[in-house]
């Protein structure tokens, strides 16, 4: 158990280089928020909800975190800074990133349906500050949610999603965003989605400059009435 506490604030560190021991990653609001929440989704599954809601209601009040004690979270999940909900059916993957001000959030609770409610994010994902992931969705393993983006659909493994409603860019996971993106977000202009689209124009136009360069003369001249019919 120590050697996987140990290896946990390993990969904390890994995914935010300010700290210089691990002791101080042990004053994370984010690794105590997930250190109550193994406590309350223990007492949550032995149906001791007031308990499980005490510890839960413990850790808001201490980290600004509000986790529901029926979530389901993985190994090694980094909530760096605080300020994130994640609702009651949730299902998180190992080896996940949340930034402040995320939100796994439900579906409409006014229309009476239960069950699933809540997103299934897989492993390695990287869900960025004010990103909002709504519904019983599934975001596939190492997808990154952009800044503020909203997401109400399926999101394919390896896709960068972006804007309201979100949607996927033409970034690559890989090579150069294959490791730890930070915020999720390649900084790069040449990743930047404005940039990639002008770029696909510019590379058209260019396209049909070189097929007008290649044109003759006659091919210019308009066709003299009647030729079509001539020619059949």
């Not at 560190?13 to 609001?29: F, G, T, V």
């Not at 896709?159 to 999720?184: C, H, N, W």
């Not at 260019?206 to 091919?219: G, H, Q, S």
Request: proline fraction near 6%; charge should be neutral.
């Amino acid at each position: 158990m120590f050697e996987t506490f140990v290896t946990y604030l390993d990969s904390v560190k890994a995914r935010d280089p300010s700290p210089r021991s691990r002791w101080e990653i042990l004053l994370y609001p984010g690794v105590l928020a997930l250190g109550l929440h193994r406590v309350a989704h223990w007492l949550y599954r032995g149906e001791m909800f007031f308990l499980a809601r005490f510890v839960n209601h413990l850790s808001r009040a201490l980290t600004a975190i509000d986790i529901h004690p029926g979530a389901k979270i993985g190994e090694r999940l980094f909530i760096d800074h605080g300020f994130v909900v994640i609702g009651e059916t949730a299902e998180i993957g190992d080896d996940v990133t949340m930034y402040q001000g995320s939100t796994l959030g439900g579906t409409n609770p006014t229309n009476g349906v239960g069950g699933k409610r809540h997103p299934t994010i897989g492993d390695g994902v990287i869900i960025s500050l004010g990103a909002a992931i709504l519904g019983p969705i599934t975001v596939g393993a190492g997808a990154r949610i952009g800044a503020n983006a909203v997401v109400t659909k399926d999101v394919a493994e390896g896709a960068t999603m972006v804007g309201i409603p979100a949607r996927s860019t033409l970034v690559e996971v890989k090579p150069e965003t294959q490791d730890f993106v930070p915020y999720g977000t390649p900084c790069s202009e040449k990743f930047d989605p404005q940039t990639q689209q002008l770029e696909i124009l510019r590379c058209e136009v260019e396209t049909l400059r070189k097929r007008l360069a290649e044109l003759t003369p006659a091919d210019l001249k308009p066709a003299k009435p009647g030729a079509s019919a001539r020619k059949a």
